[in-house]
């Protein structure tokens, strides 16, 4: 699903949930989605992540924000120092040894796209 989900295509519950924490939240709401994805992650419920994901991303479309895409390592990072902000040393250990194939990968990649 992409941020590009028009509104109405949410369910209703998503919607909801999307309008309660912009309510709640106001300007700091991608803060509070982005809280909301590490405990959902901490919980390993992949129905409770794709739930507050969708509902991130209705968040997103609400406010008007583009999703801000770089590079899967650099996300993987980010995750990382979000986890230990946290206290999430489990989750921060987990995420960096993921980093260590995602970032050989990624490298891999970017050196067979100068060699063509």
């Not at 949410?10 to 912009?22: G, H, Q, T, V």
Request: glycine fraction near 4%; aromatic fraction near 4%; include cysteine.
């Amino acid at each position: 699903m992409s941020d590009k989900t028009p509104a109405e295509q949410f369910d209703l519950e998503i919607r909801d949930a999307a309008e309660a924490l912009i309510t709640r939240h106001g300007a700091e709401v991608e803060n509070a989605t982005t809280e909301k994805m590490i405990e959902v992650l901490d919980s390993g419920s992949l129905d409770e992540v794709l739930h507050w994901l969708k509902v991130r991303q209705c968040v997103r479309q609400a406010n008007g924000q583009d999703r801000y895409v770089r590079r899967l390592p650099d996300k993987i990072v980010w995750a990382v120092e979000q986890a230990l902000e946290q206290g999430r040393s489990h989750l921060a250990r987990l995420l960096s040894s993921i980093y260590s194939e995602i970032k050989t990968d990624d490298d891999r990649m970017r050196s067979e796209r100068r060699k063509d």
